[in-house]
């Protein structure tokens, strides 16, 4: 009599490492009625790209945007330039109500390290595109 307790913890353990041996229950699937179709999604666009002129120069001390207008000029509610840095660092500037032939100056104490402009335009509507990205 004195197996018994062994094997009812055998038992025990064999239960609980095998766990419930009833079957899975089968996936739901659902269908939609014959007269219910589902279509895809519809794409679409609003705006098209927009396209405005500018001028980049640089010199030793200073970055000079010059915006120049352009066929989407009339459209533009602001500017926002940033002047990305060799060494990590930006400055950025926001024009709100940009007028053709307007110059914009970043000038640097010492020697200019910009590498890259990115100008973002803001037009009616809210729509927002990047009209450059200029390389120094």
Do not use: H
Not at 32 to 51: C, I, N
Not at 65 to 78: E, K, M, R, W
Request: aromatic share 10%; proline share 9%.
């Amino acid at each position: 009599m004195r197996c018994v307790p062994w094997i009812c913890l055998f038992i025990v353990v064999l239960v609980i490492t095998c766990g419930c041996t009833q079957p899975a229950p089968p996936p739901v699937v659902t269908t939609l009625p014959p007269t219910q179709e589902t279509l895809p999604p519809t794409v679409t666009t609003t705006d098209t790209e927009k396209s405005l002129n500018f001028t980049v120069t640089s010199s030793t001390t200073m970055v000079n945007v010059t915006y120049n207008g352009g066929p989407d000029a009339a459209d533009l509610q602001s500017l926002y330039i940033r002047v990305d840095n060799r060494a990590g660092s930006y400055n950025e500037r926001t024009i709100v109500d940009p007028a053709p032939g307007s110059s914009y100056s970043f000038v640097y104490r010492g020697v200019s390290d910009a590498s890259r402009i990115n100008i973002v335009g803001t037009f009616s509507g809210g729509y927002q595109q990047t009209v450059l990205m200029y390389y120094l």
